[in-house]
């Protein structure tokens, strides 16, 4: 159990310090604008899963709590603040859910800084994107991405299936918010009822890492035409 603790404070401890980098960089506008243009794009590849009702609210997880172009800086000074505590009222499972989505925001930050200090000016379009994209040359990084991505999915099937966690989670909602970590427990409590009535994890999980592993190795390959999908943006 320590061990989990121990990494999610070097997870907030980094994430962190890549929010500091941003700021003397001055890199939070292009920053969000890169992160709404990825979204746009996640929703473009995974068009199918986002229109199923089954999958909808787990896909609206992904984007809004890991991927959007959100600040969460107040969650992860949350966090910091509790985490000793954590382990005496959070399940093991939750814990180690928490512990994947973290580290997988942290480097998803990490991953979108590098593209934006990569981007060439301007609006982001496809050639600029899959040009920073190469130029990053972080593969190992991004495959890392993906798996985590696969854990915390196959996390979060687990923990909706523990006794009692949604009685938990609602008697915990008040408390949480008087202690001042309420973003935090509305995370938790989000990635809670989005997987809750997904059913098997697989079919939502499965189709999402075969094709960011493809396309991410399409990127890579600098296959033409552009493997990136069009779109509004």
């Not at 798996?147 to 979060?156: F, I, K, T, W």
């Not at 909602?173 to 001042?180: E, F, I, L, N």
Request: glycine fraction near 4%; include cysteine; aromatic fraction near 6%.
């Amino acid at each position: 159990m320590s061990l989990i603790l121990d990494n999610i404070i070097q997870h907030l401890h980094h994430a962190n310090e890549l929010h500091e980098h941003t700021q003397k960089a001055q890199l939070i506008q292009p920053l969000r604008e890169l992160q709404h243009w990825q979204t746009k794009r996640l929703l473009a590849t995974h068009q199918d899963l986002w229109q199923s009702k089954r999958f909808r609210p787990a896909m609206g997880f992904f984007i809004d709590e890991l991927y959007g172009p959100q600040d969460f800086s107040q969650r992860d000074q949350e966090l910091a603040r509790v985490v000793p505590k954590m382990a005496k009222i959070i399940p093991k499972q939750a814990l180690e859910s928490l512990e994947a989505a973290l580290r997988l925001n942290s480097l998803s930050l990490a991953l979108d800084i590098a593209l934006t200090e990569n981007l060439a000016s301007g609006p982001v379009t496809r050639k600029s994107y899959a040009l920073a994209y190469v130029q990053c040359d972080n593969q190992e990084q991004r495959e890392e991405q993906i798996v985590l991505l696969e854990r915390l999915g196959v996390d979060l099937a687990d923990v909706v299936k523990i006794k009692g966690i949604s009685t938990l989670l609602m008697l915990s909602r008040k408390p949480a918010k008087m202690a001042g970590v309420e973003s935090l427990h509305k995370f938790l409590e989000s990635g809670f009822k989005s997987f809750k009535k997904l059913g098997n994890v697989d079919e939502f999980i499965q189709p999402i890492i075969t094709r960011e592993r493809a396309l991410k190795n399409a990127l890579f390959a600098q296959q033409v035409p552009n493997p990136l999908p069009e779109f509004e943006a």
